[in-house]
């Protein structure tokens, strides 16, 4: 598997060496994952590698996936790309229920505008005068 490609944001990465003593495991773990497609590692003109955020959340879920619950590196890498699916999903979701709400409440205050106006244009309204001297 070809490495990630430079034109990637370079902002806020970290060396392999850096990636391997924060989590606790070997560079050539790191190589070997890549190796299997589990990460695309971004790497600089000069040949370093250079591991996002994302890339350490993705093996910190992979540490767990393996460590807690015995999944093999196959098995962690569809569960990771499920759950990246369904965050995807719930997002496009958050992205519609408030558009709905938005048109809901543009309907509301039509509905609201609509409810002040009189039942009888003003110009067809005839005013019927009250007489109160034939009540005394």
């Known amino acids: ?10 902002e806020e990465t970290y060396t392999i060496g850096f990636v391997a003593r924060e989590l606790g495991i070997s560079p050539s773990t790191l190589r070997y994952y890549e ?3 589990f990460l695309e590692p971004l790497v ?8 996002t955020r994302e890339d350490i959340e993705k093996l910190l879920v992979l540490r767990r996936l393996r460590e807690d619950l015995g999944v ?7 569960i990771y790309e ?12 958050n992205r519609f229920v408030e558009e709905l709400v938005r048109g809901v409440r543009q309907q509301l205050r039509r509905m609201e505008a ?13 005013i019927i005068p ?7």
């Open 72 to 78: 093999n590196l196959a098995g962690a890498e569809v």
């Open 82 to 93: 499920m759950r990246r699916k369904m965050e995807l999903m719930q997002e496009e979701m």
């Open 114 to 126: 609509e409810v002040q106006k009189p039942l009888i244009p003003s110009e067809r309204r005839t």
């Open 44 to 51: 600089t003109e000069s040949g370093v590698r250079r591991y």
């Open 130 to 136: 009250v007489d109160d001297t034939e009540s005394a």
């Open 35 to 37: 190796r299997e497609g």
């Open 1 to 10: 598997m070809m490495a990630g490609k430079v034109n990637r944001k370079m």
